[in-house]
């Protein structure tokens, strides 16, 4: 039979029961390992929210029982903030192991034996390290976000550089203007100006009523075109003149006109104009290369030195050689004349002008060079010749003679002490005119 209400109370320890759960409380306090900041805080709050339970079950249970009419029990406010934030701290460190120990599951771990506080302080490890890992990921993915955010965006202008480039664009077409006011071609307009002005100033010089000082005021205020000449008309009183004079003044309105007009026009299409400029530049720069080539071929033409030569079969490799070598610097300086031809900027002009006056030097040191090395050959010529002179005459003729080479001297004439005068004369008479003989046949 199930028992009443009452006698459930009655039967109820109240003091009995909170030392018991004082006691367990105590006791797995005591076995649990030391936590973290967050879960002892946590455990603090659910054990207050727990102790006022157990108070509250205390003074239900020693109230006096009302069996037919029970009043409803009124729970204890509890602080819904620090239960909300327990129950986030505690399911943050429940994801933060669960993390860990699926980063750290192949890892090695604690032996089974090992106290609870180790088996603590490994978990706090794991978890901070879980923790450490998992803010690095999520850096790396907005790291990640912001590369994929800069590269779409790399090839697409800022505001700035839109807003940069606007102007820039402005200035270049507020640049490309002011060169149509320069631009030369506008100047045959005023040249027109110029001639008309002077005819004026020289139909109103006819007129002994106008004078240079009345000239040079009309030049100072711009022109003819630019005063009130009706009072000079009435000084001159000259109707020829006059019509003349009008005509050209009208004339020269005209004329700025038509430049203004001219000017306007081209800068309304300034693109068009600047295409059509470049195109006469290339123009001009190609047709000016293609003239210095024709000036150059006829130039180049009369060099023989500058053609290719090509080597006999039966050359020896001396000449062979020699011609290999001529070649190569036969390439080599068409190359650098081709160069050359093409370059049209200043330092390229300044070598080609520092390399005529270095070559008319090197043909004024040539040209001397070779009148001593003429002199000098000449003066080795001469030299030469007497030397071999100076040999000839030391060297035997006998060879060329037609004397025998076998043939004996002549015999001395025997002295005779008992020969007449006159006889020995006679005798070496003889003697000389053979000798004589003998050297005019050699």
Known sequence: MPKTQAEALEQFDTKTNNDNVAAGLLREQSMAPKADPLSIESLDALAEVKSKENEAKA??????????????????KVDDEAAKKAEADKAEREAALKKAEELFSGTPGLPPNASPKSSEAFSAVKIKAAQE??????????????VEESKASAGKPSAEQEAKEKELAELRNWRSKMDVDFDPKFKQFDKKVSEAEEFVYSQLRK???????????????????KCNLSALFTAVNDSTLQRNVESQITDIAKIRYEKERAISTTKANVAEYLSEREKQINESIGGHQKATAAELQQFTGALDWLAEKSADAKADEATRKEIEEHNAFVVETRAQMKAALQDDSPRMRATLITGVVQLFNLQRVQAKTAAELAAKSKALEEMTAKWEKVKASGRSRLPESSASPNAQPAAKPKQDIHIRTTDALDSIAKQVMDERARAGGA
Not at 59 to 76: C, K, Q
């Open 59 to 76: 003074a239900e249970a020693s109230a006096p029982p009302v069996i037919d009419d029970i009043a409803p029990v009124v729970e204890p």
């Open 133 to 146: 890992i998992s803010r690095l990921a999520s850096e790396l993915e907005a790291a990640k976000k912001i």
């Open 207 to 225: 007129s002994p009523a106008v004078t240079e000082e009345t000239i040079e005021q009309i030049k100072k205020f711009g022109g003819p075109d």
